[in-house]
């Protein structure tokens, strides 16, 4: 099919455009079909959906009108750096790739001034897949741009939310978010 490890390693996250991409186009289809309603088109993920929530919102950011991102990547240098002497630190520099212009433009949190949508994250403290710092770099970035954002981080909790109370108050507190900032009762 042609998108063997040498295409992979040679793409890593440089590949984004076309992901990125894709979700965009995939909600302006859903506003043209009449499908959804273009004042309340949301975003939401997880790891790298919460990566590819945030770096939607800098590819169009008139299109979604609120952005929940959990445990994301928010800067390319940042998670190379994460992975510093640890074995799997080339994996992660080839997932990410190279060059100032993939990590530049792929980086959500270099580009905070673009974001118009009020932004929640949640980010467990002891995440060793993509650390809290990532979260905490980009709350610091969209408050600096004046930006509407919240970071709710959860003690002794790791990059799958493993606890069902924990989990629980994600959801309510996304719920809460999405229906104020669309204005849903």
Known sequence: SGYGDSWFQDKGFKSWRVAIGDIVDSGKWLVSQGIADPSKLAIIGWSYGGY????????DPKLFKAVVAIAPVTDLDALKAQYGDRYDKFIARAFVGSGSDVVEAGSPA??????QAPVLMFHGDTDGNVAVGE???MEGKLRGAGKSVRLVTYPAIDHGLPDSAVRADMLRQSDAFLRTSMGIK
């Not at 590819?52 to 590819?59: F, G, R, Y």
């Not at 270099?110 to 974001?115: K, N, T």
């Open 52 to 59: 590819a929530a945030l770096q939607s919102n800098v590819v």
């Open 110 to 115: 270099r580009h905070a001034g673009l974001f």
């Open 135 to 137: 979260s905490r770099l």
